[in-house]
């Protein structure tokens, strides 16, 4: 099958340009002017898109989800999640290890390899988790299915906390692939989490959720991480920045070291706990305005490398009590690629550097093979995205399988037109319209 995208607005490589995109099956093999002329000799039909008003983007690759499968799949699945991401204009995403059982070992991996493949709308991948007693198996990762290691160095379920330093040592010593960290510590979380039950009860508000997983958890723990990574030569990823201080440890020589923001960081605050409540409880806790503004001021400095979403999807009922009680982590894959186009609206970034973070760099940063750009040779993954009259997210837009949203009620002046996964269309017109395009992504080739 070929497609013509014509008349598109693309943004790519730093360079917005009016041009033509032509797709051949699910490579890009033209770019440019009078694309019709390039059409594959052996081909009879050509299905033409008029993206007039629309830029074109390399699709969204999220390096931060909890797709819930398997074992979790009350809260969401990977059928229901990628239909979401879809939507959302993302059109890859790796999947975080604490699933039921957990990714730690290299049959467990294998399983959601076999789920996705039967089940995904979008191209996915899937982090191994790094236990205090995995790290002989990292050998037996084959490199170029596996995005990286997921490394909790705070609070987690299971036995996925590691944060003893002779193990810690020898996991940045023997990864041969990026570590991405969750980097809070979990001796002051615990101490935090005493004090407020002593002043307010065995379930605090969750207003006290930030005094709890406070910003001293996220910055000591970091703190270590870059260290390690300092001293070992380690690829390190810091997943979830939420503080401040974080976004200042790190040295224009860590060339080995970069940082991802969320959007619960970047489009919330504690102020908003009065108004949204636990929808917006997370881990790391969503902070204070000053937080918030530094996250966006970096977003443009460079200081973030990646935009993604950390997509947790819970059923409201978990999400009832306060600080100690109501589930952390909260949906957001449909609405992050509207949420940073409401931030270029907003003047924090420009269209190119929204490319860069939420496309760009994460390709690079784990070496996706042929993909996150608009290039010839690439796949052909792709979202349209039009500036609209203001629109108003409400429950029934809700792909994912929880129903429920912290945007809810949210007004956005975007709209995802079209994602294309491997040449396919999608999603379009509010609609999924093709479940069969997507694809295990490679690395390292």
Known sequence: MTTLIKNATVVTDGVIENIDVLINEDVICYIGKEATDQQPKATHDINVV?????????????????????????????????????????????????????????????????????ESVVNYSFFF??????????????????????????????????????????????????IMTHCEDTAIINANMAEAKRLYGNDPDVTHHPEIRSREACVECSKVAVDMARRHGTQLHLAHISTREELNLLRPDDKNITTEAVIGHLMFNDRDYARIGTLIKVNPSIKTAEDQAELRKALAD??????????????????????????????SIQYSLLSMLELLDQGVISMERLVEL??????KIFNV?????????????????????????????????????????????????????????????????????????????
């Open 50 to 118: 008029d993206a007039t008003g629309c830029f074109l983007l390399p699709g969204v690759i999220d390096d931060h989800v909890h797709f819930r499968q398997p074992g979790l799949t009350q809260k969401a699945d990977i059928a229901t999640e990628s239909r979401a991401a879809a939507a959302g204009g993302v059109t890859t995403y790796f999947d975080m290890p604490n699933t039921v059982p957990q990714t730690t070992s290299v049959d467990a991996l294998m399983q959601k390899f076999d789920i996705a493949r039967r």
């Open 369 to 445: 093979s042929k993909r996150g750009f608009i290039r010839k040779g690439y796949k052909a993954d792709l979202v349209m995205v039009r500036k609209v009259e203001p629109w108003t997210v409400r429950a029934d837009n809700v792909m994912s399988k929880c129903g429920w949203t912290p945007f809810e009620g949210h007004t956005f002046s975007w709209r995802v037109e079209r994602t294309f996964c491997n040449g396919k269309t999608v999603f379009a017109n509010g609609h999924i319209v093709d479940t069969n395009a997507a694809e295990a992504v490679r690395f390292r080739e």
């Open 358 to 363: 939420m496309c760009h760099n994460p390709a």
């Open 302 to 331: 460079g200081r973030i490398s990646v935009v993604a979403t950390d997509h947790a999807p819970h059923l409201l009922s978990d999400k009832l009590g306060g600080a100690a009680k109501a589930a952390s982590g909260m949906p």
């Open 129 to 178: 988790g790094a236990t205090n007693d995995n790290i002989a198996q990292f050998s037996s990762l084959d490199p170029h299915i596996v995005p990286g290691i997921k490394l909790f160095m705070g609070s987690s379920t299971g036995n996925m906390l590691v944060d003893k330093k002779q193990t810690l040592d020898q996991i940045f010593a023997t990864a041969n692939m990026p």
